[in-house]
């Protein structure tokens, strides 16, 4: 039977425990910049991050200008474990990696806000060189997760399916003498920062005609 995510993997407050730091790890309204960015650090810079109202929509302009792969990729709401690794592959993911904070969001309102359930890993490596939330001496400390990259994508997809499942049907409103629009799942998967390893995942509605 598939498990809650909350049962696989230990999940991270929002606020960062014993530092203040100019931007929160577990701020999901901000995206890690691309590239290796610890240069800006060292020169006594922040990161830029990227906020919903300044990344670009153009999708030629929102590719990584630093990595060869990377960016977001929109998925059917039935990918096979095949699809999954396949995926994962082409975009450099570090899916034996299992030294991640991992960060969860809900949405009170998932047209609005796009996604259902949204989960955030960052590396030790970028809560270092992005966040400073970790200094290189705290790493050896830092715990592994129970699951690697690899093995967590593919069950946080299955337990949304599950609580997608579990959901009564619901119909979207259509414009006037259009067909009632019903709601599916789907999902999608971003990777913020390839070199230090910051990745997103979320399930997500899409609408299809009736």
Do not use: C
């Not at 899916?95 to 991992?102: G, I, L, M, N, Q």
């Not at 400073?132 to 129970?146: G, H, I, K, N």
């Amino acid at each position: 039977m598939t498990q809650p995510i909350e049962q696989l993997i230990d999940l991270y407050s929002p606020q960062w425990p014993g530092r203040t730091l100019a931007v929160q790890p577990g701020d999901l309204r901000l995206f890690a910049p691309s590239g290796i960015v610890d240069l800006d650090l060292r020169g006594g810079g922040l990161p830029r991050h990227h906020n919903y109202s300044n990344r670009p929509a153009d999708p030629l302009r929102a590719a990584p200008l630093t990595e060869p792969a990377g960016g977001a990729v929109y998925i059917q709401g039935q990918p096979t474990a095949a699809d999954i690794a396949g995926l994962m592959r082409l975009l450099r993911v570090e899916t034996a990696a299992a030294d991640y904070a991992a960060f969860l969001a809900r949405a009170r309102d998932p047209l609005e806000d796009r996604y259902l359930t949204q989960l955030r890993l960052i590396r030790v490596p970028a809560l270092v060189g992005i966040y400073q939330a970790l200094s290189p001496d705290e790493t050896r400390l830092f715990p592994d997760q129970r699951l690697t990259i690899g093995e967590l994508i593919p069950a946080f997809i299955a337990d949304e399916r599950r609580r997608w499942d579990a959901r009564p049907l619901q119909l979207s409103k259509a414009e006037p003498g259009e067909p009632p629009l019903q709601q599916a799942l789907a999902f999608g998967f971003l990777v913020e920062n390839a070199h230090y390893g910051v990745y997103r995942v979320w399930s997500r509605v899409w609408l299809v005609p009736q």
